[in-house]
Structure formats: C-alpha cells, structure tokens
C-alpha cells in the first residue's frame, strides 16, 4: 500500500521556521522524484520545490527561492522542507508528491494527504 505522509505542520510567527518532513512507503522511493506543493483557501495548487531521485537537482518556486530547503534520505524514504523566513503569504496546505516516468510505464504518480502551515502573530 503506497504511502506518503507529511508531518511538520503548524502555526509560527512570521519570520520563524518551521521543518515539514514526508515519510513514504509501498513503492521504490529512490527511483521517484519528489515535490513539495502548497495550496492556500481560493488559490491553485503550487509548485514549492522539486529533487530529484539523487538529489543532484533541485529548484524552488520563485516565491520561496532563498528561504526553503528541499532535502531527501532515500535510506530513510522520507523528504524534508526546510522553511525559514516564513511570511503570512506562506500559509496553506503543503503537500508532498512522488513521481516517476518510465518507458513503458508512464507516468506514476503519489500524493500525501497534506499539513497546514499557518504563518501568523
């Protein structure tokens, strides 16, 4: 049975930190690359960063660049967010997305259930 489950979530200040980790089972981890997304009340769905399976390629959306952090441990399965600098505007549901395109296979897609990030004093 895939998994992914996000925990981390919560309320902070603006200006704090806040370290949302995804704990993945019942498939290949390292073979998927891994994405992190949020979505706020009346937006779409965000892109906030991508790593790849090895991790030797990363990006960020603009509005994150220089505060976030992806990281990954394919010993551990799991994906982390670092976010520093947290502003209001930061605050949605975040979740975290595997993915994989295999000749033959397609394309193959998982998604965490998500955890609220809210950024106010």
């Known amino acids: 049975q895939v998994q992914l489950v996000e925990s981390g979530g919560g309320l902070v200040q603006p200006g704090g930190s806040l370290r949302l980790s995804c704990a993945a089972s019942?498939?290949?981890?390292?073979?998927?690359?891994m994405n992190w997304y949020r979505q706020a009340p009346g937006k779409e769905r965000e892109l906030v960063a991508h790593?790849?399976?090895?991790?030797?390629?990363?990006d960020y959306g603009d509005s994150v660049k220089g505060r976030f952090t992806i990281s990954r441990d394919n010993a551990k399965n799991t994906v982390s967010l670092q976010m520093n600098s947290l502003k209001p505007e930061d605050t949605a549901v975040y979740y975290c997305k595997a993915r994989r395109w295999r000749l033959g296979e397609g394309v193959s897609e998982y998604w965490g259930q998500g955890t609220q990030v809210t950024v106010s004093s």
């Open positions: 019942g498939f290949t981890f390292s073979t998927y690359a």
């Open positions: 790593i790849s399976t090895t991790g030797g390629t990363i």
